[in-house]
Structure formats: structure tokens, C-alpha cells
């Protein structure tokens, strides 16, 4: 499988593709940022970004987009920016016809490191260490985005079993995690499963 992770952004939108293997070995295709510059107007910088996220996708031509969830920050403006990049993104990849996956960044740091709540500098180093890279991918919004397309294509792999070659200690993790969190859920709610 191969999917684009977009870590979205005004200033800097991270790009990530990774070619994922059945069983789980995740390859570097190719990673980069895409920047725009606060000194252009707000639909000048969207144009830079859509360009990009076009060329990569006729590039890479990725089977894919995992893009992160906006989610809620103290700063307005900087959920906007997100929001706005996140829309021009999923409009390139849908006039494409290709799928788009939303991950929250708690989801990509459990899939990656098997913690939830890990910091930045730890899903640089999973994220390096998975890709088997001599170098950390620079800046973190490179990582970020390589992180949840490793995250994406675990995710909607199938069920891991314990057990099976090359599932990693941190997959080990999220999988356990994630049957966890269905239970708990299941426990408060009952009835979810069937809707």
C-alpha cells in the first residue's frame, strides 16, 4: 500500500509517502514540506500548497491521503489555517479519486510509539527507526506527516496478530490499545455496536 501522509499547515504543510508491505515494513518513497510565506495573501498561500499536493499526487500516485484531524487549539487562527490547508488537500485527492483517511494525532503517536500522549522528538525517532533512515526527517512536520501514513496503513491493515512476523512492539501496543478503548466504549454505550 501506498499512502501520502499531509501533516496540514500554513507555513509548513509536512508530505510524506511510504510504501507498506503485508507485513507491516514500512519503505521512504519520499518526504518534504511545502511552504508559504505569512506575508502572501491567505489564498496565495492556499495556491502554493494545492500546487504542491498536486504534484505529489501525480507523482507518488498514492493508492491513499492520511491527512491529520483538525482538532481544537486556544488558537483560532491556527485551526483555520489547518482547516483551510486540510480542505485544499482533500479536494485534490478526491478530484483524483483517491481515498482520504483522517487520523488524529493521538491515534498516529499510539501507532507509532504505542503512546498516545508521546512528544514530538519521540515520533521522530519511531518514525526514523521504522524507515530504517541514518538521518531523522527534518523538519518535525516531515515526521509528522511520514508518522501517519505509517499509522494510516497499519490502521487499515487488518488485524495484527501478536504473533505475526514483523509486527513491531509499538503496533503490539496500539493494536492492545485500541481493543481496549472498543470495550471501554462498548461498556458506556452497549448499543453502539449495533448502529
Do not use: Y
Not at 495573501?41 to 491521503?65: E, S
Not at 503517536?109 to 519521540?122: E, F, I, L, P
Not at 519511531?126 to 508518522?147: K, N, Q, W, Y
Not at 481496549?180 to 458506556?188: L, M, P, S, V
Request: positive net charge.
Amino acid at each position: 500500500m501506498r499512502v501520502l501522509g499531509v501533516d496540514p499547515g500554513l507555513t509548513r504543510c509536512g508530505l510524506g509517502v511510504v510504501d507498506v508491505a503485508a507485513n507491516r515494513t514500512a519503505t521512504l518513497v519520499g518526504v518534504g514540506v511545502v511552504g508559504s510565506s505569512h506575508e502572501q495573501t491567505l489564498d496565495a498561500r492556499l495556491l502554493v500548497i494545492a500546487n504542491a499536493v498536486d504534484q505529489w499526487l501525480d507523482a507518488f500516485k498514492p493508492d491513499v491521503l492520511a491527512i491529520e484531524r483538525v482538532f481544537a487549539q486556544t488558537n483560532l487562527s491556527t485551526v483555520m489555517g489547518v482547516a483551510q490547508v486540510s480542505g485544499v488537500v482533500m479536494v485534490a485527492a478526491a478530484r483524483r479519486g483517491i481515498p482520504v483517511a483522517l487520523h488524529t494525532p493521538s491515534e498516529v503517536k499510539a501507532a507509532v510509539t504505542g503512546n498516545g500522549r508521546a512528544d514530538k522528538a519521540s515520533v521522530t525517532a519511531m518514525v526514523t527507526r521504522l524507515l530504517r533512515l541514518h538521518e531523522p526527517p527534518r523538519p518535525a512536520d516531515a515526521a509528522d506527516a511520514l508518522a501517519l501514513a505509517i499509522a494510516h496503513a497499519w490502521r487499515s491493515g487488518g488485524a495484527v496478530d501478536a504473533g505475526t512476523p514483523g509486527t513491531t512492539a509499538a503496533q503490539k501496543l496500539w493494536r492492545e490499545a485500541a481493543g481496549k478503548a472498543k470495550i471501554h466504549k462498548n461498556k458506556e454505550n452497549p448499543g453502539a455496536a449495533w448502529r
